[in-house]
């Protein structure tokens, strides 16, 4: 759900809320999500049919069925939510042709019981204070905890599987650049601190982190001894999704703050491109490997579409040689071990912390220059508690609770 797509110099977002359906609106949207399971299941089966017969099949061959087609309960279902469904099925389709296409060994599509999401693209809703009126449905309750900023193109209703109910609106935004401040910097993204800057600056990994993920252990060790597809077993996977969600939840209103701040006060910000295999081989464990994949993921994610909606620039360097090099002379030494936290040139005899010197490095690579650090200047931390804002060079004081610029996208 975290698409951005340009279209006409515009931004296409979405924004997530949670919403609280009524005892009764909620009967109404599961009896329309399983409605629309029926048409996706009708519709597949046609295809299917239709090929083995030799016939050509397309999407709008499909989508001029429906209007036809004579299918229990259709009419409790917006006609629009029910072409959404023909084109989950031929998105469905088409991954699986470009699977096989490069190889890879792919069943065939089955039938499902629900669809959990129904989709609203122009019309058919309406967002009014906290309500959102959605036709053939009713009125929903909304928590807006992010004023949506842009024009809004449609509305999709999620039930996420620890069966929360979400709505997910897909905006347009213009281009809004700021100012130059003439300012840029290299980022060293880490597995024990989240962000070590060239600008001296420690960004520190949420504290909830460590205890959730003790939790996750847990919580995965449980669900390995359950019999799968038991009652329990549903149970205790609920659980566990509850937990990833709430990780995802607290890295997501953080990132936000950390990268608005980022795009607000430097031109031209250099990460390192996410190397899914260097990251196998630097942390100790996979689900530590899982928490920051996502968690990098999500920041570069969120780094880019607001650098590009604020005219900066994002540069991805290659992370090869960034640990290893020394940031004064440039010197590579090949046996670096994770545990060492200070780096220690045997050419120069430069001293400095690890991540500090790796960040002076992607700076370096990301601009073609060469700044030499400020020896023996202490690092800056920034515990998570005291926010992101407060400390950031050139930083102008906002309140860490509400974003306000930032749409919410929550992993789930
Ligand atoms: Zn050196």
Same mark, same amino acid.
Request: hydrophobic letters at 35%.
């Given at each position: 759900?975290?698409?951005?797509?340009?279209?006409?110099?515009?931004?296409?977002?979405?924004?997530?809320?949670?919403?609280?359906?009524?005892?009764?609106?909620?009967?109404?949207?599961?009896?329309?999500?399983?409605?629309?399971?029926?048409?996706?299941?009708?519709?597949?089966?046609?295809?299917?049919?239709?090929?083995?017969?030799?016939?050509?099949?397309?999407?709008?061959?499909?989508?001029?069925?429906?209007?036809?087609?004579?299918?229990?309960?259709?009419?409790?279902?917006?006609?629009?939510?029910?072409?959404?469904?023909?084109?989950?099925?031929?998105?469905?389709?088409?991954?699986?042709?470009?699977?096989?296409?490069?190889?890879?060994?792919?069943?065939?599509?089955?039938?499902?019981?629900?669809?959990?999401?129904?989709?609203?693209?122009?019309?058919?809703?309406?967002?009014?204070?906290?309500?959102?009126?959605?036709?053939?449905?009713?009125?929903?309750?909304?928590?807006?905890?992010?004023?949506?900023?842009?024009?809004?193109?449609?509305?999709?209703?999620?039930?996420?599987?620890?069966? $929360?109910?979400?709505?997910?609106?897909? =905006? &347009?935004? @213009? +281009?809004?650049? !700021?100012? %130059?401040?003439?300012?840029?910097?290299?980022?060293?993204?880490?597995?024990?601190?989240?962000?070590?800057?060239?600008?001296?600056?420690?960004?520190?990994?949420?504290?909830?982190?460590?205890?959730?993920?003790?939790?996750?252990?847990?919580?995965?060790?449980?669900?390995?001894?359950?019999?799968?597809?038991?009652?329990?077993?549903?149970?205790?996977?609920?659980?566990?999704?509850?937990?990833?969600?709430?990780?995802?939840?607290?890295?997501?209103?953080?990132?936000?703050?950390?990268?608005?701040?980022?795009?607000?006060?430097?031109?031209?910000?250099?990460?390192? $491109?996410?190397?899914?295999?260097?990251? =196998? &081989?630097? @942390? +100790?464990?996979? !689900?530590? %490997?899982?928490?920051?994949?996502?968690?990098?993921?999500?920041?570069?994610?969120?780094?880019?579409?607001?650098?590009?909606?604020?005219?900066?620039?994002?540069?991805?360097?290659?992370?090869?040689?960034?640990?290893?090099?020394?940031?004064?002379?440039?010197?590579?030494?090949?046996?670096?071990?994770?545990?060492?936290?200070?780096?220690?040139?045997?050419?120069?005899?430069?001293?400095?912390?690890?991540?500090?010197?790796?960040?002076?490095?992607?700076?370096?690579?990301?601009?073609?220059?060469?700044?030499?650090?400020?020896?023996?200047?202490?690092?800056?931390?920034?515990?998570?508690?005291?926010?992101?804002?407060?400390?950031? +060079?050139?930083?102008?004081? %906002?309140?860490?609770?509400?974003?306000?610029?930032?749409?919410?996208?929550?992993?789930?």
């Amino acid at each position: 759900m975290w698409k951005v797509k340009e279209k006409n110099n515009k931004i296409t977002l979405s924004y997530k809320f949670r919403i609280y359906p009524t005892h009764e609106v909620e009967e109404k949207l599961i009896k329309t999500m399983q409605i629309e399971a029926k048409l996706y299941n009708t519709l597949l089966d046609y295809i299917e049919t239709q090929r083995k017969q030799g016939n050509k099949v397309t999407q709008l061959d499909t989508q001029k069925m429906i209007t036809k087609l004579n299918l229990d309960g259709k009419e409790q279902v917006y006609s629009k939510a029910l072409q959404m469904v023909n084109n989950i099925l031929w998105y469905n389709i088409n991954v699986l042709v470009q699977l096989k296409k490069h190889g890879k060994k792919v069943g065939k599509l089955r039938h499902k019981k629900i669809l959990r999401i129904i989709g609203y693209n122009q019309s058919g809703f309406k967002l009014l204070g906290d309500k959102l009126v959605l036709s053939k449905v009713g009125e929903i309750k909304i928590l807006l905890h992010r004023p949506i900023e842009g024009q809004i193109k449609g509305v999709i209703i999620k039930r996420s599987k620890t069966n $929360k109910w979400f709505a997910i609106f897909q =905006v &347009e935004q @213009s +281009p809004n650049p !700021l100012p %130059k401040t003439g300012k840029v910097i290299g980022i060293d993204l880490g597995v024990e601190k989240l962000a070590t800057t060239s600008d001296g600056i420690v960004i520190e990994n949420p504290k909830t982190f460590d205890k959730l993920e003790k939790r996750i252990k847990i919580l995965q060790r449980r669900l390995s001894r359950k019999k799968k597809d038991s009652k329990n077993y549903e149970k205790a996977k609920i659980k566990l999704a509850k937990v990833y969600e709430r990780v995802g939840n607290t890295l997501n209103d953080y990132i936000h703050k950390i990268t608005s701040q980022l795009v607000k006060n430097y031109d031209v910000i250099v990460v390192e $491109k996410l190397d899914i295999t260097n990251m =196998v &081989e630097n @942390s +100790p464990s996979t !689900l530590r %490997k899982h928490i920051l994949y996502s968690k990098f993921s999500m920041l570069l994610h969120h780094l880019s579409y607001k650098a590009e909606r604020a005219g900066r620039r994002v540069v991805e360097v290659n992370p090869k040689y960034t640990s290893r090099a020394c940031s004064r002379c440039g010197f590579i030494v090949n046996d670096l071990r994770l545990s060492d936290r200070i780096f220690q040139c045997p050419k120069c005899g430069f001293t400095i912390d690890r991540d500090y010197n790796a960040s002076l490095n992607i700076l370096r690579i990301g601009v073609g220059t060469a700044p030499l650090p400020v020896e023996g200047k202490p690092l800056l931390y920034i515990p998570f508690h005291e926010g992101v804002y407060s400390k950031f +060079p050139l930083g102008s004081r %906002k309140s860490p609770s509400r974003g306000g610029d930032a749409p919410s996208v929550r992993a789930e």
